[in-house]
């Protein structure tokens, strides 16, 4: 049986197409000019599917959509805003498209929304890898869960650490995408000539070193989600391209004879206020809004500090510290700082912490927080000798409140024997062991030279 759709928009020109591609598709198709005719036509007939304007003299869409929830709705718009789009999800929209969009992009929507309907949209969310227990964050994840069923662009905000990449993938996994693939890209990391060929594709001898055609990152991401990281760091030629290939559905490949068509759901993250690098003029306005028709905003982690404990559980288990624990003094000491880093920040001082505490209960001391603490802390607490000394004979004990450890045993002797240790929790990967030493690559190559020049072992 021939699936009914409803057309509700001002615009005859728009009308005219959207009747003309959805005939074309074999879909039995009435159209209306304003609300007031539609409202009486979803009175009276059985309607399978409205696609309906915004903006309407007399009844708009959004009130259309209010009164007929039974229905799914596609809303259009040529003046779309982000309060708009982010209203007409929480009603109950099934989808949310700004004008102009293409026919390629409209038919597989119309496709989805008939055969998933309402029903869809009734699921509750789970969490998912977002560990949280905070009531924003978890408003936020059902309305995440919400519009990723969604085909529309989402601009992921928040500050760095605050997990803006798992917030894409929450997006991806629960989307009808959710068997495609899942494409990221990182603007910010590579030079404009790079960035252009990583994401649009080149044919052989586009350019000096091009000795055979590659893919893009759109075509790579057909029929799936594609992620672009830190979207706000794009130059501003390619913004435009970005733009076309947004607006079109088609990609150019650098060298290219002829556009190719492709399907991927585009996110976006930044942790700058693109607001005001349009302002500045550093970052197209067209392109901002057709990027930022859903909205989501990453709460920093001083906004959730109840987080901390059950981040923390969860990175213990994941990271083979499954009977490591925080004493309630160092959790007291984790809540009252501001985390500038955020999440990631935070995983890194428990890294650090794991491996710096004698048993399974990190206390204060273990922490580090700041700066200069690994350089004041460490008669703060006991450190076991690296296991290539671990046979030498002990040395006399100091006790005292603060702990247990050896007693005329130099600040620097510490140091040693804590960066072994963390060399050989991590099987001596360097790079690792000076990020959680505070402390860069080459100053941990430069203190091991230094250890093997002086032709000794550390006296216990």
Known sequence: ?????????????????????????????????????????????????????????????????KRFQSVPFIMISGFATVPEAVEAMKIGAYDFLVKPFSYRELIPLVEHALAGGADERA???????????????????????????????????????????????????????????????????????????????????????????????????HKGTLLLDEVSEMPLPL???????????????????????????????????LREMVRAGTFREDLYYRLNVIPLRLPSLRERMQDIEPLARTFFAKRDY???????????????????????????????????????????AHLLLDDDALANALDDFRVAPPAPYAAAAPAPMARGAAGEIPSRMSVRQMEEKLIFKT??????????????????VRTLRNKLKQYRMRECPLEA
């Open 123 to 221: 699921n509750e969310p789970e969490t998912g890898d977002i560990v949280t227990t905070h009531p924003q964050m978890l408003a936020l994840l059902k309305f995440a869960s919400q519009v990723a069923k969604s085909h529309a662009s989402v601009l992921i905000t928040g500050e760095s650490g605050t997990g803006k990449e798992l917030l894409a993938r929450y997006l991806h996994t629960r989307s009808r995408r959710e068997s495609g693939p899942f494409v990221a890209i990182n603007c910010a990391a590579l030079p404009e000539g790079l960035l252009e060929s990583e994401l649009f594709g080149h044919e052989k001898g586009a350019f000096t070193g091009a000795i055979a055609a590659k893919p893009g990152k759109f075509e790579l991401a």
């Open 239 to 273: 913004q435009a391209k970005l733009l076309r290939v947004l607006q079109e559905r088609e990609v150019d490949r650098l060298g290219g004879k002829r556009p190719l068509a492709i399907d991927a759901r585009v996110i976006g993250t930044t942790n700058r206020d």
């Open 1 to 65: 049986m021939e699936k009914r759709i409803l057309i509700a928009d001002d615009d005859p020109t728009m009308r005219a197409a959207l009747d003309e591609a959805l005939r074309a598709a074999g879909y039995h198709v009435t159209v209306c000019a304003d609300g007031e005719e539609a409202l009486r036509l979803l009175q009276q007939s059985g309607v399978d599917l409205v696609v309906s304007d915004v903006r309407m003299p007399g009844i708009g869409g959004m009130d259309l959509l």
């Open 322 to 364: 499954a009977r490591t624990s925080l004493s309630p003094q160092a959790l007291a000491e984790l809540t009252a700082r501001s985390w500038p880093g955020n999440v990631r920040e935070l995983f890194n001082v428990l890294e650090r912490a794991a491996i710096l505490a004698a048993g399974d209960t990190i206390e204060p």
């Open 423 to 440: 060399l050989a929790e991590v099987r001596n990967n360097r790079t690792e062991a000076a990020k959680l030493l505070g402390i860069s």
